[in-house]
């Protein structure tokens, strides 16, 4: 599942990232693309058990895949 949250004003990128994870299946990954490094988003899915990668783009977003 991809979620491209460009163009978004905080804390919208979070809300809709969160929401998307609870419908995330066991052993699909979510991918999403922000405008920004979600600092606060990392707090959130370590509490919650999810690993995440974080990828810089070469447009300056973030492309960041989370999963258990």
Do not use: H
Request: aromatic letters at 8%; a negative charge; glycine letters at 6%.
């Amino acid at each position: 599942m991809i979620l491209d949250n460009r163009g978004l004003e905080p804390p919208q990128p979070m809300i809709r990232t969160l929401a998307a994870l609870e419908n995330l299946a066991e052993g699909e990954v979510l991918t999403i693309i922000n405008e920004r490094r979600p600092m606060f988003l990392y707090e959130q899915l370590e509490e919650l058990g999810y690993k995440q990668r974080t990828e810089p783009q070469n447009d300056g977003s973030f492309k960041i895949e989370i999963f258990r």
